[in-house]
């Protein structure tokens, strides 16, 4: 009886490991910069799987931040949280001067529910 009970007790965390969890989905958003981060008043652009747009505040107004700490902050505050960041870089050479621009991107991620993917996967399709 005692090596039933504690076959049963070692076996029950593992049950707990067998339910399946329900998919998580998220609802993405790109963000890129132009401007020298060493400066203030960049411009932030954003993809929202629509269009690219410029970032405006709820004025209407075209939105420009002091940092980039301070965009990722606002974008933080309305729910979105940072999945990956990265760069490109694309420049030009001809006779051995050359110039290079890179710009910086972030893909932010927000939860949402399976109908809203879904709706967000539907606008976002060329028609």
Request: charged share 30%; with cysteine; proline share 2%.
């Amino acid at each position: 009886m005692k090596k039933l009970l504690l076959m049963l007790l070692l076996l029950i965390p593992l049950m707990g490991f067998c339910q399946s969890k329900e998919k998580q989905y998220y609802i993405y958003n790109i963000v890129s910069f132009e401007g020298d981060f060493t400066k203030e008043d960049f411009k932030v652009f954003y993809d929202d799987g629509i269009e690219v747009k410029r970032m405006r505040n709820d004025k209407g107004e075209k939105a420009r931040f002091s940092t980039p700490a301070g965009a990722l902050m606002y974008f933080i505050s309305q729910g979105w949280e940072m999945y990956l960041n990265g760069a490109t870089s694309k420049g030009t050479s001809y006779q051995g001067t050359g110039s290079s621009q890179t710009s910086s991107y972030w893909i932010l991620r927000k939860p949402c529910s399976k109908e809203e993917f879904e709706k967000a996967v539907e606008a976002a399709k060329k028609k």
